[in-house]
């Protein structure tokens, strides 16, 4: 399974923004499609945004639609997620996965990592 690791995580005012990054040393990184999620204390993983492996296509959930964009470098094995206007309701640890879509959208596909906090506070 591919292993990655989350940074980008902090304490940051609503309003604010943060940037995300989910790296891998996988040499096939550019034949996955990846995916953001998050984990708020006490609930399931929720699929934030996933991205098509070559980046042209991307979704985002509702509640972030408009503030959260996910983006990804092939070249660097890498994907990111800029979220600009910061809830508190996005205070939750964000994971990065690889994502299949069996026909009813998204699922995560790998195992998970560590994650990174974010904590947005009023």
């Known amino acids: 399974q591919v292993q990655l690791v989350e940074s980008g995580g902090g304490v940051v005012q609503a309003g604010g923004s943060l940037r995300l990054s989910c790296s891998t040393s996988e040499r096939t990184f550019s034949k996955y499609a990846m995916g953001w999620f998050r984990q708020a204390p006490g609930r399931e993983h929720e699929l934030v945004a996933p991205?098509?492996?070559?980046?042209?296509?991307?979704y985002y959930a509702a509640s972030v639609k408009g503030r959260f964009t996910i983006s990804r470098d092939n070249a660097k094995n890498t994907v990111y997620l800029q979220m600009n206007s910061l809830k508190p309701e996005d205070t939750a640890v964000y994971y990065c996965?690889?994502?299949?879509?069996?026909?009813?959208?998204?699922?995560?596909?790998?195992?998970w990592g560590q994650g990174t906090q974010v904590t947005v506070s009023s």
């Open positions: 996965n690889t994502v299949v879509d069996y026909g009813l959208g998204y699922v995560a596909s790998g195992s």
């Open positions: 991205i098509t492996p070559n980046g042209g296509t991307t």
